[in-house]
């Protein structure tokens, strides 16, 4: 595909690490990517063709740092159930 104005999608990567292609504006990051600790999130955007969009030879992409504290014992993760008796 060629690449269009207002197509493409963002590359999402934890610490340098591929983890996901976003097409949408809604992705909830699953824990387990995010272990206790401090983590460099990173958005990109490329084209459809899979180049990454640029201006003036920089990616557009924004990086944020985000903090994990780990779970209390017996919690689950955000979206996830708990087993009874957890």
Known sequence: ARPA????LAHLL?????VGRLRTPDYRLPARLVPRGTHHVTARLYADDDTVWA???RPVQSTADITASGLAPGA???GEESSPGA
């Open 5 to 8: 104005a207002g197509r493409g």
């Open 55 to 57: 201006v003036a030879g």
């Open 76 to 78: 689950a993760p955000s």
């Open 14 to 18: 934890v610490d340098g690490r591929l």
